[in-house]
């Protein structure tokens, strides 16, 4: 039984040491996850289908915010950052010319269904030499993303409207 005590006292004085120890805080939820970035915060869905054409916790214009994700679904998305306005997405080349591909930023700035609400940026580059160069900005292309997305808007708008009539 004498070969016990060496045992029991470091066993005893560790148990002890440990009761002082205090359990780590539960995390803070940050409320719903985004399933397109995987990053936490954002707008739930819901959001995004009510009746009327600005959202109130959506500060941009909710109807210009959908057309932009449509026509922007052709190009994987890199970050959305919903109360701020912005849809960046990956650089993307078409699969007939891979030595050019672009970036598409997109930036939602208003709460009216407006021209001057939605501003388009599409950074090019080229392929040189198995590195991919800088070589500006495509404004024509950024003009007509800017023009699709509004008429995708109108668009959106006026389904609600015929849905609201019937």
């Not at 029991?8 to 970035?37: H, N, R, Y």
């Not at 959001?47 to 932009?68: C, H, I, K």
């Not at 021209?115 to 007509?144: F, P, T």
Request: hydrophobic residues 40%; aromatic residues 6%; negative net charge.
């Amino acid at each position: 039984m004498s070969y016990l005590g060496p045992l029991l006292f470091p066993l005893l004085a560790l148990i002890a040491a440990c009761s002082g120890i205090e359990p780590p805080s539960p995390k803070k939820d940050d409320g719903p996850v985004s399933i397109i970035t995987g990053k936490s915060g954002g707008t739930k869905i819901s959001e995004f289908f009510g009746n009327s054409q600005e959202t109130v916790g959506m500060p941009v214009n909710a109807l210009l915010w959908r057309a932009a994700l449509d026509i922007l679904s052709f190009v994987p998305i890199e970050d959305v950052d919903t109360f701020g306005g912005s849809i960046i997405t990956d650089w993307h080349s078409l699969p007939s010319d891979t030595s050019q591909r672009i970036k598409i930023a997109v930036f939602i700035v208003g709460r009216e269904l407006r021209s001057d609400a939605v501003s388009a940026r599409v950074y090019v580059q080229n392929l040189i030499n198995d590195l991919w160069v800088q070589s500006g900005r495509d404004e024509e292309l950024e003009r007509k993303l800017e023009d699709l997305i509004l008429t995708r808007a109108r668009e959106l708008r006026s389904s609600m409207i015929e849905a609201n009539v019937e």
